[in-house]
């Protein structure tokens, strides 16, 4: 299950093509993801890839996913 440190903040969400073109793999499981979430802390940030299901469940746990999601979309 995803979980965002207390720290943490989800600043963008892309999609799952990197800059070499390969797909990135679900970071819960070894499905393809879905959507690629960026994550900011103190310490830098780091890319976490999640699958479909893991990406819903995200959303459904964490209102900056939704946030991050709806915010790439309206541009």
Do not use: W
């Amino acid at each position: 299950m995803f979980e965002l440190n207390r720290d943490e903040t989800v600043v963008d969400s892309v999609g799952p093509l990197e800059d070499d073109h390969r797909l990135k793999n679900c970071s819960q499981c070894a499905q393809i993801a879905f959507r690629v979430l960026h994550v900011q802390s103190h310490s830098g940030q780091r890319e976490v890839g999640l699958c479909g299901a893991h990406f819903t469940e995200a959303c459904a746990r964490y209102p900056d996913v939704r946030r991050a999601v709806a915010m790439r979309s309206a541009f």
